[in-house]
């Protein structure tokens, strides 16, 4: 029977590590968690323990190894249209207001999981151009995220049915999707097309990326230590044009992080204006 046990040393140094590649902390007593995520990768790299795994990761000797690891702890299910505040907010508030500007619009998910969130994004979009055409001729959304993994999936846009349950609508379902086979179903291309995936480390410089007029960079924060949220707030303020937006999670705060923004309250909700 594989060995799965992890003993103390090795989970503050598989901690450690994690930390230093992607700024991600994971506390103290999440054992089962790293378990639960690095388990399958066991067998699928033919090893003969968990403690094998985390010497060949720490150790930089299996690169393959490591990426996986990394993927593995980074990957999050979320939900479409997650606190569906946000996308009112930039359905009403946000795109009429960047619109005035007469240039194209750029969005920057910064995240983007499984993809719920940059298509969410892209489908409220195309709703406000429904009911308001001509508002909207130019606007593109950046999706990025640490997996290589999940961007492969995001790309595809194929889904199943559990999946598409999570806070998707029927009638949004109908509109934006088509039969992929086998109970799952696919992101109709006019959709696809308005959303590009890249790969992002937010620890890296994201000067490649270009400027944004809004950036969602939702429940991301809450896994950085303090240092690491000032940092890639602070950054994320050098990508966003003047007077850009910033929407966190619902349970996240610039408090005590950066000066860079002033808070601005929707009802529900807040959001966050470049100063």
């Not at 010497?55 to 479409?80: F, G, H, P, S, Y």
């Not at 979009?125 to 995001?154: F, H, R, W």
Request: glycine fraction near 6%; charge should be positive.
């Amino acid at each position: 029977m594989t060995n799965i046990a992890i003993t103390e040393q090795e989970y503050r140094d598989f901690c450690k590590y994690l930390e230093g590649k992607c700024g991600i902390v994971l506390g103290d007593s999440k054992q089962y968690l790293v378990r639960s995520r690095l388990s399958p990768l066991i067998s699928r790299y033919k090893l003969a323990s968990i403690s094998e795994l985390f010497q060949l990761v720490l150790t930089n000797r299996n690169r393959d190894l490591a990426v996986a690891a990394i993927d593995a702890m980074t990957t999050n299910e979320t939900l479409w249209f997650r606190d569906t505040y946000p996308f009112e907010v930039l359905a009403n508030k946000l795109l009429p207001e960047v619109a005035e500007s007469r240039r194209p619009i750029k969005i920057w998910s910064a995240a983007s999981s499984s993809g719920q969130e940059p298509y969410s994004i892209a489908m409220t979009i195309q709703e406000v151009q429904a009911k308001k055409p001509g508002l909207l001729s130019n606007v593109s959304i950046t999706a990025t995220d640490i997996s290589s993994t999940m961007l492969e999936n995001c790309r595809a846009g194929v889904y199943d049915n559990l999946a598409l349950s999570r806070g998707l609508s029927p009638e949004r379902k109908r509109q934006f999707f088509e039969d992929a086979g086998e109970g799952r179903m696919k992101v109709k291309d006019p959709l696809k097309r308005m959303v590009t995936f890249k790969p992002q480390n937010l620890m890296d410089s994201y000067s490649m990326l270009g400027k944004f007029d809004i950036i969602f960079c939702r429940n991301v924060l809450i896994y950085f230590s303090p240092e690491m949220k000032s940092q890639v707030l602070n950054q994320m303020a050098g990508n966003l044009n003047p007077g850009g937006y910033l929407l966190l999670g619902a349970s996240e705060s610039l408090t005590g992080l950066t000066d860079r923004f002033e808070m601005i309250r929707c009802n529900p909700g807040i959001i966050y204006k470049l100063k």
